[in-house]
Structure formats: structure tokens, C-alpha cells
């Protein structure tokens, strides 16, 4: 095509020299003629090499290839502005020589004139052209894999530590290499190759360097405070810059050339560099002087007034507004009509929430921050979406089988019933875009815990107890028909709880119940067999609260006895575990409850929203927590400066009401 085109342009200007000054045409200016005869010479090279490349050789291997095209083209094109581009594009066709070289194992593959024709074609098609500002002014921030085929006068490459750049080599623990090889010999990408992948993007990004390249290594871990060492790469290119190995050692100024170790906690750059705002000019004035920093506060109150009470507060021993008070009388008030315990009716989680971590209620609750949603295709099932499957399908599951229908009905027929009900409500959960393979692993994995969760309920069904309302609400929930609620009185708050029992059982005479709250996660060890409370310190008030609501319900009225239970059904290990309270241990909690919910209205109230670290159901329940980044690295630190506040301490009684302290 490209020839044809040629030809074209060729007998367009020859039959325009014949028609000489026959027609009329508007006269040049002598820039534009020049522009044209460059225009034509280029025409002219590029056809040259068009004809030439018709004795270009049969087969090279890939990096003669390259210097072939490379000679044949850069007389004709070398100038132009694109011609750093399009020589990324060699620089690729010569590593193919290196990759195809370790594949077979041996010499220089001779790679035929079509295919490196084709190849060539593929690679200029996925070439992403820097536009407008992007890439040839001003900063541009991007992945290594989205910088591939792009040139920059400089290029900063930073993370280059251990285990982040190359990244650590993990299995995928869903489908296991081993499993991989099994499934689809060759198919489908081994973990255990990353590696290879990795050093790609890191020559990918080196060669995207035009005039400098900076590789940074921090010996600084952000999210931890822990000490960290340079990877690999950082070491191999410091390497290459001596000229012989070095070690972490070896990584000074005066033994590989162009390094450089900037001190953390230097708060300006040094004199000899340009301030580029500010803020940097003011953060210079007081390194050289720290009394230079009243003299700014006087002189910019509003700008220093955060900064300098945020700084003072870190040392208190009490809380402040800027690590868990809220002292606004008008914000307070705010806060205890929207969340409080006069904001109307409340769900068992808001509380549950609270004495788990203030903090945590707070930006969840008052702020109501909600974690960023990434856009992308799922690689699991979220255990939230999971979890509501769940309880919809055990729901419409044990709709068919009411009361004794579980012990009246052969196993095959609930199990095939139960099969069937879990497909068709699984299938219609599938989380956009997982794969096909991930799905499969998910289905087989929650449906073997359904046919475990049916054995563990036939052998107790000879037990008195049968499944018989499921899904109950109470209270005044949104959207639906008001219901009876209960409430409790602590001090001087009045909390009316609103909510769904999962399920309740119900002797023959019904004078005998028992509540369930299932959940899909790992029965934590800390209330495992038999240890723990029923309100575990405040952070497990679901079933007290059911066990409140059959005493409003109706048809409960005849109940003299209530038990409660957490069913776990432990989708990933296939494991049923049941954490069970008897009738009087649900009692003893009833009558510790109106005290606990008095320290969390009062905390509420009184704006009181410190972050708590450690919980009593999880000790690291930060680990999980949405808000970590938000939170910050010292709230370890901050908590334990402040425990001393009577608020903390007052909040600390939570577990001592409860019991938890003594059993821990
Ligand atoms: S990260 Fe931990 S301390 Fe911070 S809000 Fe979450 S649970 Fe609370």
C-alpha cells in the first residue's frame, strides 16, 4: 500500500510538471516552496528505501533485523521529531533476539522478512504517540507497563525495594502453579515467571529515560515505620554504575557514581537547590533556626494555628480535637441527633460499631466516609456479597421445609432441593467479570459448606428445636410495615433497636427458642468453644438484642426460654462451628447490657471518638478496617499516649462490666 501511495504521489507531481504554466495557480511563498522540497526529498528517500527493501534479505536474526531497518530508514527520517519514538520500537525488535535466545535454549533464531514485517507492523499499531502536553512538557505520572514506547527527558523510578519493585513472588492461592500446569500445560500465566514479567517493566522504564534516570529506594517503610532494603534491581543498576558488585554495604556516595542518600529527616531541601514555593522557603527558615518558627506564626496565625496545635496536642495525655474530642458544643449536638441515642430507632451494628473502635463509628457513621470502589474485574467473590447470598438462599431454603419439615424429609430430596436453590441464586450473584475458572472455585467451595451446613442442622434435629421463622423483623426498618420494638434504658438514654432475626427455632409447645445469627466468616478464636462473652465487651450485641425483640413479638408471647447461637459458616474451609449461649448466659448478658450501652450514649454524646487498635473479638481488627489509611500510622502510639484520658478509661470499663478482662 505504502508503494502504491508512492507511485501515486510520483505520477500526481510528474503530471503536474507537464501541465508547466498552462493553469493558473497562486504563487509560493519562498518558505513554502522550501517546505515542499523538503517535503519532496523525503518522498523521494522514502521511496528509495521502498525499492531497496525489495533486496532486503529472506531471514536475520531479530537484532540485524533492527540495524537493518534502522540503516535503511534513519538517512530518510532520522530527523524527524518521532524518530526517538519509533526507535523504542527497535530497541524492541533487538531484545526479541535475547527472549528468543533463552526460549530455544541456543544461538540466533533467523527470523523470515515477513514475520519480522508482521511484527514490526504490530508494534508501531500499539504504539501510544505522546500528544499535546502529555509527555513532552510538565510532569507525567504513570505506570511502568503505560510508560512502555514512551521517551522522557527524565524519568524517576521510585519503590525500587525489596519486595515492591521486583515484587515478592507469590502463588496465587486460588489455582496453585502446580494446578495451573495441570489445567492448561502453558496456558495459563505461572506465578513463578513473574519475575521475568518484572524485569520487562523494569528495563521498560530505563529505557523510557532519555537524558537522566533517578531510581530511589527508601529505606523507610510509610505504612509501618519499619526499615526496608533496596531490591535487586536498585542494586544491580548501582552495579552497573561502579562497574562491579555492590552490596547494601557498598551503597555510598563515593563508591558508585551518581548516588546519592538524602536524610528523612532533613524538613528542606538544602541551600544550594532552588525553594520551588513557599512553603519550602518558610520549612528553610526554620531548619536554619527554630526560632524562626513563633516569628511565622505571628506573622501567618491562620496558616500555623492547625500545624502548631496539631503538633502540641501529640504530646498531651488527654484527648483533643484533633485525635478523638469533639468539643464543639454545636457539632456535638449534631452528632448525638443524627447517630445518638435520641436519633430514633438503632440497628445492633451501629452500637456494635462504636465499641469495636470510636474512631472507626465516627467516620463510618457520622462522616459516613465509604471505601473506594476500584473498578475492576473481580478476582473473588466479596465476602459481603457472599455472605447476603447466603442468607437468602438458607431463607428461601428452610421456607420449604418448616417446622419438622427438616427431620420429616429423606436427606437426598433436602439435598437435592438445597443444590438447586443455592445454584440459582449463586449463578445470579456472579460478580462481573471474574473468571470463568475463579467462579468455579467459589461455587464448588460454597456449596460443599451448604452440604456440610445441612448434615451439621439434620443430625441436631432430633433436638426439640425447629427451624421456624426466618428473616423477622422488628422495630421500625425503613420501608416496611412498622413492628413491635425493643428498647433498653441506660442512664439517661433510651435506645430502641431495630433489625431482622436470621432465624429462630421453636420447640413443639413453643415455650422453647433459640436465636441465629449466621455469618460466613471464621468463627473468630476469641470466642471459639468456650471462650468469650455473649456481648463480647459490646462489640457482639446481635443476639442479646434478638432475644429482647421475641419478648415484644407476638407470636412469641408464649416463650419462657431463649437460647442464641452464631452459625458459622465457614465458606473458605468448608468448616460449620457453632458458638451456642444457653438461657441463662443471654440473661446475664440482658441485665450487663443497660451499662455498656450507658458508656457508648454517653461516649457519643459527648463526642468522644478515639481510635481503638486492638478489639476484643479481634485483637488486629485494624488489619480490616476500611479507614487504615485514613487513620494513620501512629495510632498505636497516639493510643497508647492517651489512655490516661478518662474518657478511655471510661470506655475501657466495657470489658470490664462484661467479664472479658477477668477471662482474658
Ligand atoms: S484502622 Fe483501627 S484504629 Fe483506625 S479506625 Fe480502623 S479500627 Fe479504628
Redesign the pocket.
Known sequence: RASGRLKRAEERAGAEAERGDDEERPELSVAEAERRLAAAKELRAGWESVRAAAAWPDALSWPEWADLVEDKLAPALGAAPDWTLFSTVLDELRSLGEVSARISGGGAERVPRSRMVATLADALAALSHPEGRFGRDGVTILSVASARGLRFPLVIVPGLEEGKFPSRLRQDPLVLDRERRRIAPGRLPLKSERVEEEKLLFAMAVRAAEKRLVLVASRLDESSDRERIPSGFFLRAASAARGAAVGYDGLTAESVPGFRAVRLDRIAPPDTVAAVDESEVRLRLVARDPRALPALALEEPALFAGPLGFDRARWERSLTPFDGRITARDLRAWIAARVGPAAGPVSASRIEDYA?????F??KRVVELEAWDEAAPALAWEPIERGRVVHALLEAFLREFPGPGLRETPAEVLQERLRAVARARIEAARPPGIADLLWEIECDRLLEALERWLGFELERSTQDLDPAFFERPFGRLPGAEDQPAPSVTAGRHRFEFRGRIDRIDLSLDRRRARVIDYKTGKLPASMSGDNGTVLMAGERIQIPIYRSALSVLPEFAGVESIEGEYLHLEVNDGEIRARSFSKEELESAAARLPQMLEIVGDGIEDGVFF???G?SVFEE??K?????R???KD?VRR?ERKAGDGAVERFGALAAIDGLERKE
Open positions: 469495636r473502635c470510636p474512631y472507626l465516627y467516620l481510635a481503638r487498635s478489639g481488627h485494624c480490616w478496617c476500611d479507614f487504615l485514613v487513620c494513620g495510632r493510643e
